[in-house]
C-alpha cells in the first residue's frame, strides 16, 4: 500500500483548496459583500474548524477509506448510494477546476488557442502522473505545493502600487448579514474541498499526527484567502474588482519590481497552471478511487482512461460561457459543495458519535489496523 | 508495448513545442508601440498608435536612427479603429511595450465612458501604462511632435513626469491603474496631469502644465501650476521631494528678490479627518506635517540661527498650506472631490455617508476646511550660514 508522509498530505490538502479560489474568490467576495470579503474569511474559521474536526473524527472512527467508510457507517445500499453520488461530484470538483482554467487562460493569456489543445496540455500529464499511481502524483503536488504557492502569493504582493489604500477594506457596516452568511458560505465551499483527507488520510505514515497537519493547511488556505480577497480590494476597490473576471490575475499584470521587472504576469500564469494541474490530479485521482470502492474494482487505474476523455468533453461542455461559469460558482457550486463536502460529514460524524458506546476508545484507521 | 506507445505519444505532442510559441511574432514582423493616443471627431472614435520605425541599418558603429510613426484611425469603437491599422500598416505593433496613453480634450469634455471600458477590458493595454490629457492640442499633434534627445515624444513624456517627480516635483504621475479605481469609486474623482504644446522662439516643445479635473465622468477644469503642488501636499500617501520658495518679507509672490528662500522637502505627507459637529454640518480637518532642508538663499543675514529657524518653518509651513488651500478651493470650485474625502467619510461614517452621497459634489463645494501644515528643518546641505561679504 501506498504511504504518504504527512507533509505530503498537507501539500495536497493545501493544493486542493487553494488554487480555485485564487483565480475567482475575490471576485465572488466583491460580488456579494462588496468589501467585507476579509470578515467572510474571518467569519468562516469556526466553521473551518468544525470541519476539520469532523473529517478527523470521521477518519479516526472508520477503518476504510471514504467513501467505503459510508457503507461501513450507513449500510450497504445508503453507502453505495451516497458513494455514487460522491463519485460525481468528486468529478464535477475536477471537470470545474478545467473549466475555471480554461477560461482563465483563453481570457488572460491566449484567447486564439483551441479550447480542446489546452485541454489535452492539461489532461495529459494528470493522466500520466495518476497511470504511474498515487506516489507519482502526490510528490508532483508536493513540489507544486513548494515552488509555485509562494511565487504565486508573492506576485500579488508584488503587484501592490503606491496607490495602493488598506483603508478601501472598510467601513464595517453597510452590508446586508444574509449576504454576509453567503460570503462564509463560499469561504467554506473552498476549505469543504479538504474532504479529500478522507480518502487520502488512511494513507498517511502517522495518521496519529494527522491533525496537526489539517490545522496547519486550513490556517495556511485562511490566510491565502485574505490576502487572495484583501488585495485586489485595496488595490481596485469593490467596485472594479466585482466587474474584473480575474482580479488576481489583474494585480499581477500590475507588477512593477524596481522600475524594471514588469510584464512578469506569465510566471503567475505557470503557477497557475500547475496548481490546477494539482487540484485536477487529487480529485481525479479520488473519483477514480471511489468508483474503484464502490463497484469493488481491483484497480482504480481501469478508471482513469475513461474518465479523461469525459473530462475533457465536460469541461467543454460544461459551460456556454464565463458569465455562466460565474453563475454557477457563485450560486448553484456552493451548494452542491457544501451540502456534500460539509453538511453530510458533519452529519455522519454526528451519527458515528451517537452510535459510538461511550467506554469504546476512537478506532483503528483504515490501512492501520 | 502500451507504456511505449504512451511514450511515444508524449513525444508527438512534445514535438509540437519545437516549433516556437504559439503566439510568437517574429521581429521583422512586428513593430514597437510607445503608447496610443485617444479621442474623438464628431461621432467617430479616433484612435492613435505612435510606433518605432527603424529607418535604416546602421553603418561603421552608428547607431540605427529611428523615426517617429504616427498610425491614426477612426471608427465606431476603439477595438475596431486598432484593428484598422493593420488595413494600412505591414507590420504587428506590440501592444504591451505601450507606456503611455494621451487622452483627447474633446473626449474627456465629452464623457470618461466611451474609453474606459476598452482601457480596462483589453489584455494588451497594462494598467501601470501613463494617463495624460492633452490640453488645448491634440493627442496626434503631440505624437507628431519631435522631442530631441528622445526619438518618440511618448518616451519623452513619460520621461518628464518621471524626472520631474525628482526634482520638480509638482505633478503626480497617474497610472492607469489609479485613474479606473478612482474612476469607478464613490466618494473620489480622477485627475489627470496636463500636456501641452509650447511655442518658443519659433520651436514647439512639450511641456506638462496643469492638471485636469474631472467630475463625474467630464473634464471640468484644470490646476495651475501652484494648485497642483497644493494637491501633492494632500495626498495621503508619503510624499518626496520639492521645493518651496518663500519670501522673508512674507510675500511669497512679489516680496523682494533678496529676501528669497527656497526650502527643499524631503518628505510631507497629510492627514485628512472629517468631523461631524453637533449641528450635523460637516468640516474636514488637514494636518500636513513636512520636513526638509534649507537649500538656497539670497539675503546675507544669517538664517541658521535659534531665532531664525522656527521662522522660516513657519514661513514655509504657510506657503504649504497656502497652496494646498488653493488647491481646495478650486476643487470645491469646480465641485470635483479629487482628494477623495467622500470616500473617507464613506469609511469613517457610513451612516453620514449615505445621506450625502447622492448629492455629493454640492456638499463637497460647501465642505468647511481647516487645514494646519507644520514643517521642520532638518539639515541645510554645504553651508552653515550665508557666504560672507567682504568688508
Request: charged content about 15%; overall charge neutral.
Amino acid at each position: 500500500m501506498t504511504r504518504l508522509t504527512n507533509i505530503q498530505l498537507f501539500c495536497i490538502l493545501v493544493i486542493t483548496m487553494v488554487p480555485t479560489p485564487y483565480q475567482v474568490l475575490a471576485k465572488l467576495l466583491a460580488v456579494t459583500v462588496a468589501q467585507h470579503g476579509w470578515l467572510a474569511i474571518l467569519g468562516s474559521i469556526l466553521p473551518g474548524f468544525i470541519l476539520v474536526w469532523a473529517y478527523y473524527y470521521i477518519l479516526v472512527n472508520s477503518s476504510r477509506p471514504f467513501p467505503g467508510l459510508l457503507e461501513e457507517h450507513c449500510g450497504t445500499v445508503t453507502g453505495k448510494i451516497l458513494g455514487f453520488i460522491y463519485i460525481w461530484v468528486f468529478y464535477l470538483v475536477a471537470v470545474k477546476s478545467l473549466v475555471i482554467f480554461a477560461n482563465f487562460f483563453l481570457s488572460n493569456v491566449l484567447p486564439g488557442m483551441p479550447i480542446s489543445i489546452l485541454l489535452i496540455f492539461i489532461i495529459l500529464p494528470a493522466f500520466y502522473a495518476l497511470r504511474k499511481g498515487l506516489e507519482a502524483s502526490v510528490r508532483t503536488v508536493e513540489l507544486i505545493t513548494i515552488t509555485g504557492y509562494p511565487l504565486a502569493m508573492l506576485l500579488l504582493f508584488f503587484g501592490l502600487g503606491p496607490e495602493t489604500d488598506w483603508s478601501r477594506l472598510l467601513p464595517l457596516g453597510g452590508f446586508a448579514v444574509a449576504d454576509l452568511f453567503y460570503g462564509i458560505l463560499l469561504v467554506s465551499t473552498y476549505s469543504s474541498f479538504m474532504i479529500v483527507v478522507l480518502t487520502l488520510g488512511p494513507f498517511c505514515h502517522q495518521p496519529g499526527n494527522l491533525w496537526k497537519w489539517m490545522f496547519s493547511a486550513y490556517g495556511l488556505f485562511l490566510l491565502s484567502t485574505l490576502v487572495i480577497a484583501a488585495i485586489p480590494i485595496v488595490t481596485y476597490g469593490s467596485a472594479l474588482t466585482s466587474v474584473q473576471t480575474f482580479p488576481a490575475f489583474n494585480i499581477a499584470r500590475s507588477t512593477n519590481i524596481a522600475g524594471f521587472i514588469h510584464n512578469i504576469e506569465i510566471i503567475l500564469v505557470s503557477a497557475v497552471i500547475t496548481g490546477v494541474f494539482g487540484v485536477l490530479a487529487i480529485f481525479w485521482f479520488v473519483t477514480c478511487y471511489s468508483i474503484q470502492q464502490v463497484f469493488g474494482l481491483q484497480d482504480y487505474r481501469i478508471m482513469v482512461g475513461p474518465t479523461a476523455i469525459m473530462a475533457g468533453i465536460l469541461a467543454v461542455l460544461l459551460v456556454p460561457n464565463i458569465h455562466f461559469m460565474y453563475i454557477m460558482l457563485e450560486r448553484i457550486f456552493p451548494w452542491i459543495f457544501i451540502t456534500l463536502f460539509g453538511l453530510l460529514p458533519l452529519l455522519l460524524a454526528l451519527v458515528i458519535r451517537l452510535k459510538r458506546p461511550k467506554d469504546l476508545q476512537p478506532g483503528m484507521m483504515a490501512g492501520n489496523n | 508495448m502500451r507504456k511505449m506507445l504512451l511514450v511515444w505519444l508524449l513525444l508527438s505532442l512534445l514535438s509540437l513545442c519545437l516549433a516556437g510559441c504559439y503566439n510568437r511574432l517574429e521581429l521583422d514582423d512586428s513593430v514597437g508601440v510607445t503608447g496610443f493616443g485617444l479621442d474623438v471627431e464628431g461621432e467617430q472614435k479616433v484612435f492613435l498608435v505612435q510606433v518605432t520605425s527603424p529607418s535604416g541599418k546602421p553603418e561603421g558603429g552608428q547607431t540605427a536612427k529611428v523615426d517617429t510613426l504616427v498610425l491614426k484611425e477612426k471608427a465606431a469603437g476603439y477595438a475596431q479603429a486598432a484593428r484598422q491599422i493593420t488595413l494600412s500598416f505591414p507590420r504587428t505593433p506590440v501592444w504591451s511595450l505601450a507606456t503611455t496613453i494621451l487622452l483627447g480634450e474633446q473626449l474627456a469634455r465629452e464623457d470618461l465612458a466611451l474609453v474606459m471600458d476598452f482601457v480596462s477590458r483589453n489584455r494588451f493595454i497594462r494598467p501601470n501604462m501613463l494617463l495624460f490629457l492633452t490640453a488645448g492640442t491634440t493627442p496626434e499633434e503631440v505624437m507628431q511632435l519631435k522631442t530631441p534627445p528622445e526619438n518618440h515624444s511618448l518616451v519623452a513624456l513619460e520621461k518628464i513626469i518621471r524626472g520631474q517627480q525628482n526634482y520638480a516635483e509638482i505633478y503626480l504621475p497617474v497610472t492607469l491603474r489609479e485613474f479606473r479605481t478612482k474612476y469607478a469609486t464613490p466618494g473620489v474623482e480622477p485627475v489627470l496631469p496636463q500636456v501641452r504644446i509650447e511655442e518658443n522662439a519659433g520651436e514647439k516643445t512639450l511641456r506638462i502644465h496643469g492638471v485636469a479635473v474631472f467630475r463625474e465622468r467630464r473634464l471640468v477644469g484644470e490646476l495651475d501650476e501652484i494648485e497642483s503642488r497644493g494637491l501633492r501636499f494632500l495626498d495621503a500617501g508619503e510624499m518626496r521631494g520639492g521645493l518651496v520658495t518663500v519670501n522673508l518679507s512674507g510675500n511669497r509672490q512679489s516680496g523682494p528678490l533678496e529676501e528669497m528662500v527656497s526650502m527643499e522637502i524631503i518628505r510631507s505627507r497629510a492627514r485628512c479627518t472629517p468631523l461631524i459637529n453637533e449641528d450635523g454640518s460637516i468640516e474636514m480637518l488637514i494636518d500636513i506635517e513636512a520636513d526638509g532642508n534649507l537649500y538656497e538663499q539670497t539675503t546675507t543675514e544669517n538664517l541658521q540661527t535659534t531665532e531664525n529657524l522656527p521662522r522660516l518653518e513657519q514661513l514655509t509651513a504657510a506657503a504649504i498650506k497656502e497652496d494646498a488651500m488653493a488647491c481646495i478651493k478650486k476643487a470645491q470650485l469646480l465641485g470635483s472631490d479629487i482628494f477623495g474625502w467622500g470616500e473617507i467619510i464613506s469609511r469613517k461614517h457610513p451612516a453620514v455617508w449615505r445621506q450625502l452621497e447622492a448629492d455629493w459634489p454640492a456638499h463637497f463645494s460647501n465642505l468647511k476646511v481647516r487645514a494646519e501644515a507644520r514643517y521642520s528643518i532638518r539639515r541645510a546641505y554645504l553651508l552653515d550660514g550665508p557666504v560672507p561679504i567682504k568688508n
